[in-house]
Every structure is written in C-alpha cells, then in structure tokens.
RNA sequence: GCGCCCGUAGCUCAGCAGGAUAGAGCACUGGUUUCCUAAACCAGGGGUCGCAGGUUCGAAUCCUGCCGGGCGCGCCA
C-alpha cells in the first residue's frame, strides 16, 4: 500500500514545495471521503491563501499527477481514493506473497536491540504479575525481529542479593523438615514467609541471614554456595514449564550472579570517573543534577557488600561491551521508575553518550480488587493456575461449539493461553490492570479467541474452496470494491509494526489484529465467497487468504497461536 | 511532605507524534443460522474526553495549576 501513499506524497511535495517526508497523511473520520486524507491547514501560511482555496486549487492539479488515484477536495481537506481493483490487486499480492512474514521489513538491519524480559526471582512462583514482562518482552523481541534487527532477548533472573542470605538461613535452621523436592517453590516459598515472620523476634535469624550473604558474595564457602545453586536449578527448572507454555524464548539467561565477576571493577569505573563519594560509611553517587530531590545511587554498603544498583550498572556495561546496542529495553514494572532513573542518571555522570539508548519500558501494575499483591501475605495468583483454568473453560466451550474437533486438547492450550497473553497485551503497557477472572476468562469481544475465531473460519473457507477446486480463476479485483475497510487495514500493517516498535508498544499490534477481525468478520457476514463467478470467488478467496495470513502474522508477533480449526 | 505515572460511555479500553460529526468491546434491548465455524454479524440507547486556565486557525491530544487513583522516595530487589 506503501506505493501510494509514496506517489501521494511524492505529488504533494511536488505541487507544494514541502519536503515528502514531512508530509502526514491521515485517514477520513468517514471512509467514504476516501482512503487517504491530507488537511492543507499548514500550507496556509506559506502560501498566504486560505486552506479550502488550497486544496481546490490543489486537487486540480493532483489529478494530473495521480495516475488511478482520484483526488477530491472537501473544505480545507484534500481526499484521495485510489482505484478499487488496483488497490486490492496490490494489498492482496502483498499479503499473499509475504505469508507468515508480512510486514516484516529490512529496516533495522545491522542494528542490535538488547531487551531485558520476564526476570522473575528465584526461590519465588510466577505470579500473573510476572506475565506481563514476560509476554511484553516477547512481543517486543518478535516485532524487532521482523524488522530485521538483530535482537538479544536477557532473562535476567534474580539470584543474587541479601534475600538468599535469608533463604539459605531458613534452609540451615529448618531445612530438616522440609521437602523440596516434591514442588520445590512451593517449599522454598514456605521458608521465606517463616523466616520473614520469625526474623524480628529472632536477631540470631537476621544476623544468620546476613552472614551468609556475606559468605555467598565472598565466594569462598562452598557449602553455601552449593546450597544457593541448588535453589536456582530448582527454581528454573520451574520457570522452563511456564516459558514452554507461553512459546518464550531467551538468547541470555543470566542470573546477577552472572555479573558478580564485574561488580569490582564497575565500581572501579564508576569511581574512575571521579563521581562517587562517602555518605554516612557508604559509596554512593550523587544524582542532585537530575532534580534536587533525587536519591543518590547506593553502590556500595556499609559493610562492603553490593546492592541491586551495582549490579545492575554491571550489567548494563557489559551488555554495552558485548553488543554496542542501538537499544537496550528494560521491560520492568513501573515501580521501578526511580531505579533507572538513577542508573541513567550514573551513566550521564559518566558522561557515557550511549545512555540515551537505555530506556526503562516501564508497565502498570497488576493489581488484586483487594489490593497490591504479595508473595510474602499469600495474597498472589499464580500464573500457572491461570493458564490451567483458561485453558479448562477453552476446552469446555469446544465440547459445546465444536464436539468433532480432532485435536481438542491440543488447541484448548492454543486457546486458552492465547486467550491469557493477548488479554495482557490488548491494552497500553503503561496502564495498571486489575487481575479478574471474568475478563480473563472470557472468549468474546475483543479477545485472543475472537481474533484466533477469525483466523480459523478464514482458514476453514480455503480448506473448502480447495476441496471443490475452486478460487483458481482471473481475480476480478473490482469486486473486492465493498472490502475496502480490510484491504485498508490490511495495507497499513507495516506501518503498526514500525509505530510498535518505535514506541515499544505491542498493544498497537493488538488494537490493529482486533480491527481488521471486525472488519473482516462484518464482510464475511455479508459476503459468500464459494460459488459465485469464477473471477469473484477467485478474488474473494485472495482476500480471504490475504487477511488469514495477516492475522497469522500478527497473532505470531504476539506469541499468540493461530490454529487454523477450533 | 516531595517526585513520577494514570484519569475518554455504567464497566474495560481505542483515538495513530494537534486536524473533519470522539470510536470499539462488555453489560442491556431487539434482530440474523435450509448459506463458507453464531467464540460471529446487524440495529438501538448511553460522553461537559477528571476540573480550571493557557498556547493555536484548530486541543481528548501540547503547557500550567488543582482534584482523584496508583507507584516510589540511601544501605531490599
């Protein structure tokens, strides 16, 4: 679609004396205006004439230009409509031949996007709350991937820190009683909340606690450390279950333990740089040039030992080293604000002209009606219980809809977890979202199963037309005229995948997936395909093909499944 | 107290880097299946775009203040 779009603007900057590149094109609040609209407000002033006179004048002119694009001046508005056939001609052979990779692009060629997902801590489950990175990361490293950048997806799993001082304290003092084998979160997850409880009564615990962190961070106890290793095997053994199920993948799983060989001489760097000082026994950075209130950046503790900050300032160095990035996406809450706001605020100290590639992709949060969730309160849903009843009430409504489905179990997962993932990435990352069963559970409106519905009735109507041998003609693409509002929606899909990216935005996809099922779902309500003249059965099943791929593609994005029956 | 984020229909959300009469879904009411999957489609009601100023030819969109909700604020991660 891209090709007219670029002759339109082309014409303009011609006609206009304006740059192509700058020129917006919109669409018409009514599709009957036309398929693309130009408003000439801003080429009053240049022009010192008034913006209905303009486009008058203009669309005369343009008419010469537009070779199957006809140009319609309305008040201050230029619209634009190119020919029926050769519209659905050009966005139907698009879509056709670039299958499963429509919308992909070469644009990030020989650019390197690091992104930093899911991160879940270990010794804890996988809350629902930890969906959200996971599957926003994934999105997000699938939509660059498409447009050909080379991507690093970094599990960077929480492993390190006091809190495994504690844990391995409760395992020394209760460890006994304890089995961890059976469901091993669950167990380590009991002893986190007891220790928790017992520690304020209890400075022996605490001090046992600190104590081993101590030993663990010095690296010399073996015992200790094996005790900690074998805690993170049991817990990642854990997470491998969940990211199968949700089809994620990562290039880097990298405890912060991973970067514990670089924490001295990040600390070393940053100190070379002459920013840091003493405050109060321990090593900070002073950020006051960010705001008057900003909180320095802790790097060292009083008794020496390092916090998340250091760690995380080691990482980002080596992340920079390895890899040059053009970006490097955090996908972490927004509680987390403060926290990246001062490690780029220590790299702008440093003076580091690549801080400006680090970016916090920050999310809302996942919230209970009754409030914050805690692991700790037990107040948590667990991710795994999620995907089991959404699958459960998938696999309930294909008894009910469609007994003679072979592979019911099968696609009940697709279904279910679909409809889970896409449920949290329908809606703009930076909102807050209150978990409910209801919402999560439901399969109509705007869900994963409506747009995965779609797909599959798509995909059922090529099975028949094959079948009868049908769809084999000339395309008469003229009788695709009333399809108008899918080809457009179609056509635009690179342009959501670059806007996506841009902003880090799965939930463009999303929104766009949504919008061309119901305007796919309204044409199809209205219009047979099979058994009509050869010419518009073949051109109908061309856009039938043409939107199934789409949508096949952009559910892919999403780490969404497309099964092709349900 | 200070800082950041959010605030569009009863509920959940779109509204594309300011542009034409603010759109969907859910819920509610009514309709559509001898016809390619009714997890669908069609029709109907429902809005002072939190409030007040400002910038602009033009503001849901940008700026300021206020209100409401969320999050955060040195030795946790």
Same mark, same amino acid.
């Given at each position: ?9 082309? !014409? ?5 004396? @304006?740059?192509?590149?700058? @020129?917006? @094109? ?87 996007? %690091? ?19 996971? +599957? ?68 022996? /615990? ?28 049991? *817990? ?16 880097? %799983? ?15 760097? %940053? ?35 390092? /916090?998340? !900050? ?11 080293? $390895? ?28 003076? $580091? ?26 107040? +948590? ?38 409809? +889970?993932?896409?449920? =949290? ?7 807050? %979202? ?6 999560? @559970? ?15 009735? $798509? ?28 080809? $457009? ?6 342009? +959501? ?15 766009? /997936? ?18 009509? =003249? *050869? ?32």
């Amino acid at each position: 679609m891209q090709e007219f779009t670029d002759k339109i603007r082309a !014409a303009l900057s011609e006609r206009s004396g @304006l740059p192509a590149q700058g @020129l917006k @094109l919109e669409q018409p609040r009514d599709p009957k205006l036309g398929d693309f609209a130009f408003p000439c407000f801003p080429l009053a002033k240049a022009l010192k004439k008034a913006p209905p006179a303009i486009a008058a004048e203009l669309a005369g002119e343009l008419a010469e230009d537009l070779d199957g694009i006809s140009v319609e001046a309305a008040g201050p508005y230029l619209n634009f409509r190119v020919d029926p056939a050769r519209l659905a001609e050009s966005v139907v052979s698009a879509a056709v031949e670039a299958g499963s990779s429509y919308g992909s692009t070469r644009d990030g060629e020989g650019k390197k996007i %690091v992104i930093d997902l899911s991160s879940p801590n270990i010794a804890k489950p996988m809350s629902v709350g930890h969906l959200r990175s996971t +599957v926003i990361g994934g999105a997000l490293q699938r939509i660059f991937d498409a447009l050909g950048y080379e991507t690093v997806g970094i599990n960077h799993i929480g492993d390190w820190g006091s809190q495994f001082g504690k844990l391995i304290a409760a395992l020394d003092r209760w460890g006994a009683e304890t089995d961890l084998e059976t469901d091993p979160i669950q167990a380590l997850l009991a002893l986190y909340v007891r220790y928790h409880e017992e520690e304020e009564s209890d400075p022996e /615990l605490a001090e046992a606690g600190r104590a081993a962190f101590r030993a663990l961070e010095g690296g010399e106890d073996e015992e200790v450390r094996r005790k900690w290793e074998h805690i993170t095997e049991l *817990s990642l053994a854990e997470f491998d279950k969940i990211y199968s199920r949700l089809g994620v993948t990562f290039d880097e %799983v990298r405890g912060e333990a991973f970067y514990e060989p670089y924490l001295e001489s990040a600390v070393d760097r %940053v100190e070379a740089a002459g920013i840091t000082e003493m405050s109060e026994g321990a090593l900070i950075v002073d950020l006051s040039h960010i705001s008057e209130s900003t909180p320095p950046c802790l790097l060292r503790k009083t008794d020496g030992t390092t /916090l998340y !900050a250091t760690r995380d300032l080691a990482a980002v160095f080596h992340r920079w080293e $390895l890899y040059e990035f053009t970006r490097c996406l955090y996908v972490v809450g927004g509680d987390q604000r403060l926290h990246f706001q001062q490690l780029k605020g220590v790299l702008e100290r440093m003076e $580091l002209d690549w801080e400006e590639r680090v970016e916090h992709i920050a999310f809302g949060m996942m919230r209970l009606p009754e409030g914050r969730m805690s692991t700790r309160k037990g107040r +948590v849903i667990f991710l795994e219980d999620v995907l089991d009843r959404a699958v459960e009430e998938a696999l309930r409504i294909i008894h009910e809809k469609n007994p003679d489905l072979s592979c019911a179990a099968e696609v009940a997962e697709q279904v279910g977890v679909g409809a +889970v993932v896409f449920n =949290d990435l329908r809606r703009e990352r930076i909102k807050d %979202v209150e978990f409910d069963w209801d919402e999560i @559970l439901s399969f109509e409106g705007e869900t994963g199963p409506y747009v995965q519905y779609t797909h599959a009735r $798509l995909a059922s109507i090529q099975r028949k037309a094959k079948d009868r041998g049908e769809g084999e003609g000339e395309p008469d693409w003229a009788a695709l005229e009333d399809a108008r509002g899918v080809l $457009l929606r179609i056509g635009r899909f690179p342009d +959501v995948l670059r806007s996506a990216a841009r902003n880090a935005e799965p939930s463009e996809v999303s929104t766009w /997936l949504l919008g061309l099922s119901r305007e796919v779902n309204g044409w199809y309500a209205s219009h047979r395909v099979l058994g009509q =003249d *050869s010419g518009v059965t073949t051109a109908r099943l061309a856009l039938v093909r043409a939107t199934q791929q789409a949508l096949a593609a952009g559910l892919r994005l999403l780490g969404v499944a497309a099964p092709d029956e349900m």
